[in-house]
Nanobody
Framework: QEQLVESGGGLVQPGGSLKLSCLARAFTLDGPNYYNIAWFRQAPGKEREGVSCLRTHDESTFYSDSVKGRFTISRDNLKNTVDLQMNSLKPEDTGIYYC???????????????????WGQGTQVTVSS
């Protein structure tokens, strides 16, 4: 498992925005290898689900239906991060957000009960008034 570190979570009111970052510590995003960098989340009492994914070899992006149009995934080669800009946040977006390279991007938006793979600490996002 390549080492990834999530950050940027916090408490935000409904309708607000947050930007999460996934720092790749063990490899370079714009290097010779290709990666699928995905964001997942786990709400309290629920299984982990796929949110978004970026495929580095062609910059393709993928989103679950629940976040499409509100979240944007992108990469910052200078910082070596894959970021998730989250706008128009809703209480149901609350959860711990994780990034990973373990899954093909085209599968990520359809994954709703993920209990396998390697996961870091994640970053907590709380949307509440």
């Amino acid at each position: 498992q390549e080492q990834l570190v999530e950050s940027g979570g916090g408490l935000v009111q409904p309708g607000g925005s947050l930007k999460l970052s996934c720092l790749a510590r063990a490899f370079t995003l714009d290097g010779p290898n290709y990666y699928n960098i995905a964001w997942f989340r786990q709400a309290p009492g629920k299984e982990r689900e796929g949110v978004s994914c970026l495929r580095t070899h062609d910059e393709s992006t993928f989103y679950s239906d629940s976040v499409k149009g509100r979240f944007t995934i992108s990469r910052d080669n200078l910082k070596n991060t894959v970021d998730l800009q989250m706008n128009s946040l809703k209480p149901e977006d609350t959860g711990i957000y994780y990034c990973t390279v373990d899954f093909p991007c085209d599968a990520v938006p359809h994954l709703t009960s993920v209990d396998y793979g390697s996961w870091g600490q994640g970053t907590q996002v709380t949307v509440s008034s």
